[in-house]
């Protein structure tokens, strides 16, 4: 028998806390719950867990803070739960280091969906020499896209743009990760190149630029690329 994955959900409303447990105990899941930031950051040092749903509306403390302390000594991978009107504080949290996002109220799938993503880039040893959704590929080797077979010819920025959202497939990236990834300390603080870039890559490689197919916008958040289905 394998070992179950166990998933610490740091979350102070009881039917939340319910509704996940339920849903996940089912699988191959363990799920422990923590109704405060303060249990919460206990329980990560004692359990372990491979996951951490981590609400940021707590009693105790603010869900950024719980964040911030976790990462001084913890990789392990965290999911932010966040009500609509925590916008700000939600790109706050994968700036400092949140693996995504979901936004109450989600369904089981997208719970799934954000879960296994987020297991897969932590568990990954060496990164994933190909990359494929749909049409398109890139061999990260050769530094080589084909779109249904044809090659498609990007710029050096262009590239390093699709290949990092590419490599990060699945997750949400915050305009500022992008930024500080590609372009360093040098920006003056406005997105303009990023989304000049975006709009170059989605000409070359989407049927229609206004509905993606393959990288995909979240307003005021970042960008977040197709699930890589290479390894599948
Ligand atoms: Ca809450």
Not at 9 to 22: G, L, N, P
Not at 76 to 104: F, H, M, N, Q
Not at 189 to 206: D, F, H, P, T, Y
Request: charged share 25%.
């Amino acid at each position: 028998m394998s070992t179950k994955i166990s998933i610490l959900v740091i979350e102070d409303e009881k039917s939340m806390c319910s509704y996940i447990t339920a849903y996940l105990s089912k699988d191959k899941y363990i799920v422990t719950s923590a109704l405060t930031g303060s249990e919460g950051l206990s329980l990560t040092a004692s359990l372990c867990p491979d996951v951490i749903l981590l609400d940021l509306g707590l009693p105790d403390m603010d869900g950024c803070e719980v964040l911030r302390q976790l990462r001084r000594w913890t990789r392990t991978p965290v999911i932010v739960v966040s009500a609509r009107s925590e916008e700000d504080e939600k790109v706050k949290a994968l700036d400092l280091g949140a693996d995504d996002y979901i936004t109450k109220p989600f369904g089981t799938n997208e719970l799934m969906a954000r879960i296994r993503t987020s297991l897969r880039h932590s568990h990954s040893q060496a990164p994933d020499s190909k990359y494929r959704a749909l049409d398109l590929e890139i061999n990260f080797e050769k530094r080589k896209i084909t779109l249904a077979g044809e090659q498609i010819h990007l710029t050096q920025v262009e590239y390093q743009l699709l290949s990092l959202l590419a490599v990060n497939s699945g997750r949400v990236l915050t305009y500022n990760s992008i930024m500080n990834t590609i372009w360093g300390p040098y920006m003056d603080g406005s997105n303009q190149i990023l989304r000049v870039n975006m709009a170059n890559i989605r000409r070359k490689i989407e049927k229609n630029p206004a509905q993606p197919q393959y990288v995909f916008t979240e307003i005021g958040i970042g960008y977040r690329m197709r699930e890589n289905e290479y390894d599948f």
